[in-house]
């Protein structure tokens, strides 16, 4: 069975750095074609793509976060680790992780995001 | 960047209606296209995976169609239990990006 599931504060002070750990079983993230995605919705608002981390440890972010953002994992315990800098108000969301799969295509290489945390909601306020 | 614009944002409904859902994307993705219900307080669940391949465990009335840059979820005879906000998601690029969402109520 697989589950993954997101701790980390709920409230942040402004200009901090925001640590959000993803624990995940039932799968590896060490098996070719599997990867841990980090993605999150501001109240009210569209899901953002965050940041990825593969089975190869390579590392994707989001282009406009890029600069902040840094994906790590511990395949060991199982986690996967997004780090955040310099918070502001405007990253107030509810951040999930999801485990994403990539499947075969004969033009590319689509993926899709087949199991997710229940969220946690951080709020970012002096 | 490619961007995924959805329509409508938000539209009312009731059970037994067909609902349908569109997402455009800025350039062709192919089929590269995924679709994933949420609700408060819960996971966010696959429905649909490369356009039209429905997940295991999403219920059949879920049906998707599309290819290059128009993509549509369709609902038939909705249930109390899909009232729920629906994104696309764009999986072309590796960098993935989702629509603005619709929001289905009652």
């Known amino acids: 069975q697989v589950t993954l599931r997101e701790s980390g504060p709920a409230l942040v002070n402004p200009t901090q750095t925001l640590t959000l750990t993803c624990t995940f079983s039932?799968?590896?993230?060490?098996?070719?074609?599997?990867?841990v995605s980090w993605v999150r919705q501001p109240p009210g608002k569209a899901l953002e793509w965050l940041a990825l981390i593969d089975w190869d440890d390579d590392k994707y972010y989001n282009t406009s976060l890029r600069t902040r953002l840094t994906i790590s994992r511990d395949t060991s315990k199982n986690q996967v680790v997004l780090k955040m800098s310099n918070i502001d108000p405007v990253d107030t969301a509810t951040y999930y992780c999801?485990?994403?799969?990539?499947?075969?295509?004969?033009?590319?290489?689509?993926?899709?995001?087949?199991?997710w945390g229940q969220g946690t909601l951080v709020t970012v306020s002096s | 960047d490619i961007q995924m614009t959805q329509s409508p944002s938000s539209l009312s409904a009731s059970v037994g209606d067909r609902v349908t859902i569109t997402c455009r994307a800025s350039r062709t993705i192919f089929s590269y296209l995924n679709w994933y219900q949420l609700k408060p307080g819960k996971a966010p669940k696959l429905l649909i995976f490369a356009a039209s391949t429905l997940h295991s465990g999403a219920p059949s009335r879920f049906s998707g169609s599309g290819s290059g840059t128009d993509f549509t979820l369709t609902i038939n005879s909705l249930q109390p239990e899909d009232f729920a906000t629906y994104f696309c998601q764009q999986t072309y690029s590796t960098r993935s990006a989702f629509g603005g969402g619709t929001k289905v109520d009652i």
């Open positions: 039932g799968f590896s993230l060490i098996t070719r074609g599997t990867c």
């Open positions: 999801a485990r994403m799969i990539y499947y075969h295509d004969s033009r590319g290489s689509p993926f899709y995001f087949d199991y």
